[in-house]
């Protein structure tokens, strides 16, 4: 069997589907380093370990997995806020990983991220209105005073702010408004492409559906295309067409959310889905849960074979060896790295 | 079985320099022997402060217990002096918090904070306590128990700090423990370890239960009723099938419309509750969720 890139290559000539971002083989290894005056490289955190995926234009692609395995360095590394140890990341067609300077600026503003933390990202100083049109100006968008102005009361009004408050800082909003804040700034530039970085975990439950439904609603009117990162499985199934879970730096299945939900084929992911509490009594009464022992190795030092065969229930003596499982094509655009399934 | 706790009209504020926040406004419940309570509801709605009330630890200043009553086994809690009150805590109530790391003491082996509450609560030596103290970690899950009593929390991982938390809660068999959303900063494969370790130790300890939560999910297959706080106040209180399965309080409705459900496919919009939770700063004039209720109009 081949792997998803080059199936991805494949589909691309078969039905033609259009492929906004090909991520193949990426890596990010930070450095770890010791000594006082001589820094020298001890080791690394092998954070982003080589994964492939592509993402299809206009849909949702959710990356989940446990704090740690290396969300948020994949959507900021393909953003190239960090740049790649290793690999390509294909966005529209064009390489990023070797661009920078006028080029890579000029991609950026096809792509933007909103973050998780709605009190961190926002700087305190700045009123909402210079916040949202910061970008425009970076870019030399709206040069015209006037016009910018106007530009950012439609922007916030399309995200659900009063513009009667363009002039306040973000303290005076509550977490749900800055989150909408963070997402008018993100719309400024009018990308294609958003990576979104658990923008609902910091917000109370009866505000996540109002943020959630938004990026929904956005999506249709706007064509946008969004990773979606996030750990709330049950919000991934809501909201991605598609699912990627991450374990250690790897990306273990990739599919459908349904298919993926329903049919879980690698032991991590079954247990993962089976830990979530369901708040239903009736459904937690007759549920089995797959308890898995044990916590997330250190990914500096990452175990040789299959990452997950310290914790795996259905470990063997193949998941020691190198090199560990590729990630196959198990279905039609399913995707599973374990010996035990391919 | 007979009622463990009562709690009346508790009300309690802080009065801090931006003004008065009035944090949990007239909450009464009662908690049976050996039963669990999941006190469910967002961000600021008075859970930790009503919970931090009955255990005495309200921080004064800024904060005071203004009323009600705490009837635990027959005495009234708000009535007791600090060092009657530090008896019960820990002994006959144990409480764990949300962030093992804040509740440890960084520079004190674990050994050290276990044996602590057994020679205090227990009068044992320290041979004995050594030796029930590794026994709880042992019973808690963690490996190599004895050797780990002289480690340092930042030697453990989170999941680890919150099973030594519980084992600290547990050491002198507690009737009343108190779990203030002692999952909510763990991945939830770890989540689920603690969940099911709670659940076997409810049984053999035969304790009662107080989970504190704003994850709905994680009380359903725990407790044997449940409470929802919204503003300082009880919106609705019964089983946990009827509040999860046959619920027709509007905020309890609006917050479960609003939750995606793992075990169904997402194609309906999720409902959404319009506004946002109250400034805990105004003083509470009304019902608390009346702002936001959308079938306010038809009644
Ligand atoms: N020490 C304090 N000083 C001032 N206000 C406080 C203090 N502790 C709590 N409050 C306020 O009391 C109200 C209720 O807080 P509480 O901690 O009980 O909320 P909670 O329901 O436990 O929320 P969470 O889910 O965020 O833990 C909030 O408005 C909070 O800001
Ligand atoms: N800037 C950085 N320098 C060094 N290590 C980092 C950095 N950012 C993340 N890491 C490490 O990389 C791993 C993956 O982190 P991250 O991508 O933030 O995980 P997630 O978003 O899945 O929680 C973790 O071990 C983390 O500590
Ligand atoms: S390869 Fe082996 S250790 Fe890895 S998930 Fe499959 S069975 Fe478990
Ligand atoms: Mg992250
Ligand atoms: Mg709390």
């Given at each position: 069997m081949s792997s998803p890139a080059m199936v991805a290559e494949e589909?691309?000539?078969?039905?033609?589907?259009?492929?906004?971002?090909?991520?193949?083989?990426?890596?990010?290894?930070?450095?770890?380093?010791?000594?006082?005056?001589?820094?020298?490289?001890?080791?690394?955190?092998?954070?982003?370990?080589?994964?492939?995926?592509?993402?299809?234009?206009?849909?949702?692609?959710?990356?989940?997995?446990?704090?740690?395995?290396?969300?948020?360095?994949?959507?900021?590394?393909?953003?190239?806020?960090?740049?790649?140890?290793?690999?390509?990341?294909?966005?529209?067609?064009?390489?990023?990983?070797?661009?920078?300077?006028?080029?890579?600026?000029?991609?950026?503003?096809?792509?933007?991220?909103?973050?998780?933390?709605?009190?961190?990202?926002?700087?305190?100083?700045?009123?909402v209105g210079s916040i949202v049109s910061e970008p425009l100006q970076i870019h030399k968008m709206y040069a015209n005073k006037q016009e910018r102005q106007q530009y950012v009361e439609q922007l916030m009004e399309r995200v659900g702010l009063n513009p009667y408050f363009i002039n306040r800082y973000p303290h005076e909003f509550s977490g749900g408004q800055r989150q909408r804040i963070g997402i008018a700034r993100a719309l400024a530039l009018q990308p294609s492409f958003i990576v979104a970085d658990e923008p609902i975990s910091a917000l109370d439950v009866s505000i996540q559906a109002q943020v959630v439904n938004l990026m929904e609603e956005l999506q249709d009117e706007l064509n946008l295309t969004y990773l979606f990162i996030a750990h709330d499985l049950s919000m991934v199934r809501h909201i991605c067409d598609r699912v990627a879970v991450m374990y250690l730096g790897k990306i273990v299945e990739l599919g459908p959310v349904d298919e993926v939900y329903e049919n879980p084929q690698h032991p991590y992911t079954q247990a993962l889905l089976s830990a979530v509490p369901v708040p239903d009594p009736v459904v937690e009464d007759n549920r089995q849960r797959i308890i898995i022992a044990g916590d997330l190795p250190n990914p500096a030092n990452p175990p040789t074979g299959c990452n997950f065969n310290t914790r795996c229930p259905v470990v063997f003596d193949l998941c020691y060896q190198e090199p560990d499982p590729p990630l196959i094509e198990v279905r039609p655009d399913h995707y599973v790295s374990c010996h035990r399934v391919t | 079985m007979s009622t463990l706790l009562e709690v009346k009209d508790l009300v309690v504020r802080f009065y801090t320099q931006e003004g008065t926040v009035y944090a949990v406004n007239g909450v009464s419940f009662d908690l049976e022997e050996g039963e669990t309570l999941g006190i469910v509801g967002e961000s600021g709605s008075g859970k930790s402060v009503s919970c931090l009330a009955l255990m005495g630890l309200i921080p004064s200043p800024p904060g005071k217990v203004e009323s009600g009553t705490v009837v635990f086994e027959g005495r009234d809690l708000l009535t007791l002096k600090p060092d009657q009150m530090r008896l019960i805590r820990g002994k006959e109530i144990a409480m764990i918090f949300q962030d093992p790391m804040t509740s440890l003491n960084p520079v004190l082996t674990i050994g050290t904070q276990i044996t602590e509450s057994l020679k205090l609560h227990e009068g044992m030596n320290t041979t004995q306590s050594r030796k029930r103290a590794a026994d709880l970690l042992d019973l808690v899950g963690i490996p190599d128990a004895y050797r780990r009593l002289d480690d340092y929390p930042h030697q453990f991982s989170g999941g680890m700090r919150q099973r030594v938390m519980i084992a600290m809660g547990l050491s002198c068999n507690p009737k009343l423990l108190i779990a203030d959303e002692p999952t909510t900063a763990l991945d939830v494969t770890i989540q689920a370890q603690i969940i099911e370790l709670v659940k076997q130790l409810k049984d053999e300890f035969n304790m009662a239960m107080i989970w504190i939560t704003h994850d709905l999910g994680v009380v359903a297959g725990i407790a044997d009723r449940i409470q929802v706080m919204y503003g300082g106040r009880i919106m609705e209180s019964g089983s946990s099938h009827e509040v999860f399965r046959d619920s027709r309080h509007p905020y309890t409705v609006g917050l479960l419309g609003s939750l995606p459900r793992l075990d169904s496919s997402g194609e309906e919009k999720l409902t959404q509750i319009e506004g946002s939770p109250p400034d805990m700063r105004n003083e509470p004039v009304g019902w608390p969720f009346a702002p936001r209720c959308d079938v306010r109009e038809e009644l």
């Open positions: 589909r691309k000539t078969h039905d033609g589907d259009d492929y906004i971002l090909e991520v193949s083989n990426l890596k990010k290894h930070f450095p770890i380093s010791s000594g006082i005056v001589f820094q020298r490289q001890v080791g690394a955190v092998r954070a982003v370990d080589g994964i492939s995926f592509n993402v299809v234009r206009g849909e949702t692609l959710g990356l989940v997995g446990e704090s740690g395995c290396g969300k948020s360095t994949t959507g900021r590394t393909i953003l190239q806020l960090y740049r790649p140890t290793e690999g390509s990341v294909k966005f529209e067609g064009q390489e990023l990983s070797t661009m920078a300077g006028n080029d890579l600026r000029q991609m950026r503003r096809r792509m933007q991220i909103i973050f998780q933390d709605p009190f961190a990202s926002l700087n305190p100083r700045m009123t | -």
